[in-house]
């Protein structure tokens, strides 16, 4: 019978970091204890549970499937772990809680921050994390568990995500108000190749979908800029006569305000895109990171 006494403490502790990490060196430095140490308290966990958790690959550890079920297991009950004693804390009055977010950047220019403040007001107490990466930087967080929420955009449902509020994103045109394009009602990509182009690197998820729409139509689209900020693509469009590409949430305001004029791209293929606001799937979330969710679903679904 196995010991349930050694699916808790440093043994689970050190297997997990292994898991994130990829090897046991890694996970040392993270740790900072001697890599022996943490082979010590994987072997014992092996014979512990009778089994093998790990490929040994070249460049490291790899779970086994044994080793992916044992980690789901455990970052699930650490996570719930966590959960707890922050609510307890927070009965206590010692803290109210805390929010980990992870999206990408587009969010971060504006709708994060304002719905942060927004909660803010009324429960002064809660305090925030967010990372900032691509969509497979935010998946891999909330896979871990060290994020609460992540905010990204999509085409194609991700393993152990669970979806809490999904939208369409299509594709928008950005440029300038004064822009010889800007008071059209829609354009098609086609016209867009006779501006400069401010387009996202190869990596992300919405170049990917501009890129394939274009192969299948065989048209080239050459980018002046290409870059993984869009402060520096809605910049670039600022200073002239440029267009960059975005959906519609993240410039919401700027557009409303008159700062940025956003048509839709009338090529069917640009309207794939999802905006997600994600979670662990089978994950109870923390009582704040529960309230925040709301307040996101909230704003997102609004026109403010």
């Known amino acids: 019978m196995t010991n349930t006494r ?13 898991v994130r990490r990829g090897s046991i060196t890694e996970a040392a430095l993270t740790l900072n204890v001697a ?14 549970l009778d089994t093998q958790l790990f490929e040994r690959v070249s460049r490291g550890m ?9 980690a789901a297991h455990a970052l699930r009950a650490q996570l719930e772990t966590e959960r707890i004693g922050n609510e307890l804390l927070a009965l206590k009055g010692l803290r109210r ?14 709708f994060l921050p304002a719905a942060i403040e927004h909660f803010r007001r009324r429960h002064s107490g809660i305090r925030f994390q967010l990372s900032v990466g691509n969509a497979g930087d935010v998946a891999q967080a909330i896979r871990e568990g060290t994020v609460d929420i992540g905010l990204t955009f999509t085409m194609a449902p991700d393993r152990d995500i669970k979806v809490e509020y999904a939208q369409s994103a299509p594709i928008l045109a950005v440029m300038h108000p004064r822009h010889p394009l800007a008071g059209r009602k829609q354009v098609v990509l086609s016209e867009l190749v006779g501006y400069p182009l401010a387009l996202p690197q190869k990596s992300i998820t919405m170049r990917r979908l501009i890129d394939a729409c274009c192969s299948r139509k065989n048209l ?12 520096a693509l809605l910049g ?5 006569d440029g267009v960059a590409f975005a959906a519609g949430l993240p410039i919401r305001k700027m557009v409303r305000n008159g700062v940025l004029v956003a048509l839709p791209i009338r090529d069917r293929d640009m309207n794939t895109l999802q905006m997600e606001i994600q979670s662990l799937s089978g994950r109870t979330l923390p009582d704040a990171a529960r309230a925040f969710l709301n307040t996101l679903i909230a704003r997102a679904s609004s026109d403010d």
């Open 236 to 240: 670039f469009v600022l200073a002239g």
């Open 97 to 110: 809680g805390e929010v980990k977010l992870a999206s990408t950047e587009g969010f971060a220019l504006d």
């Open 220 to 231: 080239l689209l050459e980018p002046t800029l290409s870059s993984d900020s869009i402060n």
């Open 6 to 18: 050694v699916l808790q403490g440093t043994s689970i502790r050190y297997f997990l970091e292994v």
């Open 35 to 48: 890599s022996s140490a943490i082979s010590r308290q994987i072997a014992r966990l092996e014979d512990e």
């Open 62 to 70: 790899r779970p086994n499937a044994a080793g992916e079920l044992l």
